[in-house]
């Protein structure tokens, strides 16, 4: 049971534009949400996050978006550099039930093209 | 660099033997979670310690164990290895629950 779904397995933008992620999830008890990096041989690396009672944050280029309603929260970055090309995934998380462990997507690869 | 530390990088190991991971987290975090990352099963939560006591349990194998010390570094005990069990085993650390979780740069399991 995947319970945190990102349907994109790779996006491909490029430099300057805005690069959208997509996350959607189905755990109702999900209060609290992230989005980390990932290059190749080296661990996740923290971006953002947002709490379950906001639906917007924002940090320098970066934005999550938090639709409740609809379980999918969606990260923005503008604009998009090459440095950015990696792996993203979305991780949730949910505060009764499981301790803070995180459940995460199965990541996007994002390539941004000078 | 996350602060959190991981050693070995690498360790390739024969079936049925025993190897031991071992993580140090961010200075003042009290948190230490353990995922495994397998090439057909994504990143999943195995366990997490919260100032030296079991927290929360995943899908963690039996033959599988883990602690955290007073020092607040974890290891990771696997025994009796399988093929399967080739895998990037990551260390995270919080500074308390439900806060961001800071990621070491993994140990590279081969079982052979």
């Known amino acids: 049971d995947q319970q945190v779904k990102q349907n994109s397995p790779s996006l491909s933008v490029q430099e300057g534009r805005i690069s959208i992620l997509n996350c959607d999830y189905t755990n109702s008890m999900f209060d609290y949400f992230l989005w980390y990096k990932k290059y190749p041989a080296e661990g996740p690396t923290f971006l953002i996050s947002i709490s379950s009672i906001k639906d917007k944050n924002e940090d320098g280029r970066f934005t999550v978006f938090l639709n409740k309603s609809a379980k999918h929260l969606s990260l923005h970055i503008v604009p998009s550099q090459p440095g950015d090309s990696a792996v993203y995934f979305c991780?949730?998380?949910?505060?009764?039930?499981?301790?803070?462990?995180?459940?995460f997507g199965e990541g996007t690869q994002l390539t941004v093209n000078p | 660099d996350s602060g959190v530390t991981q050693t070995p990088k690498h360790l390739i190991t024969a079936t049925g033997q025993r190897v031991t991971l071992r993580c140090s987290p961010r200075?003042?975090?009290?948190?230490v979670y353990w995922y495994q990352q397998s090439l057909d099963q994504g990143l999943q939560f195995l366990i997490q310690y919260y100032n030296g006591e079991e927290r929360a349990k995943g899908n963690i194998l039996e033959r599988f164990s883990a602690q955290q010390f007073p020092d607040l570094h974890s290891e990771l005990n696997l025994s009796s290895l399988e093929l399967g069990d080739s895998a990037l085993y990551f260390c995270?650390?919080?500074?308390?629950?439900?806060?961001?979780?800071?990621f070491g740069p993994g140990t590279r399991l081969t079982v052979t």
């Open positions: 995270a650390s919080s500074v308390r629950p439900l806060r961001e979780q800071y």
């Open positions: 991780a949730a998380s949910a505060r009764e039930t499981s301790g803070s462990r995180l459940t």
């Open positions: 200075s003042g975090d009290l948190s």
